[in-house]
């Protein structure tokens, strides 16, 4: 069964600085990751997919990795700002169905002005 | 319009109610999804409709009923729950169901907090 764990849990650090967010999962054979990030009390917004084949995707400030042969992915942001406060959750797809994504429990990220 | 839209925000029922949540998406996805999320859990999966018809039925309580009255629309029909089952109830879209060979990207609405009493 596909597990996916993200680390750390929690981080807090300065505006401006670049920070990276970690997720590894156990079993290697994916089709996909996403990254998602979600507001207190609100739904996911998704942020990046990378298929299995690619190596990395951007989207401005974000860039997200992934290593599929060791299971872990990183979502890096530069330039942080307050506004990336929120809770950052990495989901991959095994297979299978809507059954086969598995979500990590998220890293709860505040930016301090 | 790359919305998914979700009423009501807040809900707040006693254990003999019923109620019902909707969702709404107009960006022609094909499946839609209801999710459970607990504070500080991931999201759970609870129900996929593929094409208006039920796919996936994760062993969900039959105090949770699903309606998929047309493509555009999702219901989640409420009713006897337990304090348990507060939580923030999440639809979700996706232009093919997920595993079907297309995009696998999910489109979330902000949620409906559910409180039991």
């Known amino acids: 069964k596909q597990e996916v764990t993200q680390i750390p849990a929690a981080l807090s650090v300065p505006e401006g600085e670049n920070l990276v967010l970690n997720c590894s999962f156990t079993d290697s054979a994916i089709y996909n990751l996403q990254w998602f990030r979600q507001d207190p009390g609100k739904g996911l917004t998704s942020l990046l997919l990378i298929q299995s084949s690619q190596r990395e995707q951007t989207s401005g400030r974000l860039n997200a990795s992934l290593d599929k042969s060791s299971g872990r992915s990183t979502l890096y942001i530069a330039a942080s700002q307050p506004g990336d406060s929120a809770t950052y959750l990495c989901a991959v797809y095994s297979g299978g169905g809507a059954d086969g994504l598995t979500f990590g429990k998220g890293t709860h990220l505040i930016i301090q002005p | 319009d790359t919305e998914v839209t979700q009423t009501p925000k807040h809900l707040v029922m006693g254990m003999t109610n019923k109620k019902s949540l909707k969702c709404e998406q107009h960006?022609?996805?094909?499946?839609m999804y209801w999710y459970k999320q607990k504070a500080k859990k991931p999201p759970e999966l609870m129900f996929v409709y593929s094409y208006e018809k039920l796919s996936i039925n994760e062993s969900v309580p039959s105090r949770f009923s699903p309606e998929c009255p047309n493509s555009s629309l999702l219901n989640l029909h409420l009713h006897a729950l337990q304090p348990e089952d507060s939580a923030l109830y999440l639809c979700?879209?996706?232009?093919?169901?997920?595993?079907?060979?297309?995009?696998?990207?999910?489109?979330f609405g902000s949620g409906t907090q559910l409180s039991v009493l």
């Open positions: 960006m022609g996805h094909r499946a």
């Open positions: 979700a879209s996706s232009q093919d169901r997920i595993g079907q060979g297309g995009s696998e990207k999910l489109f």
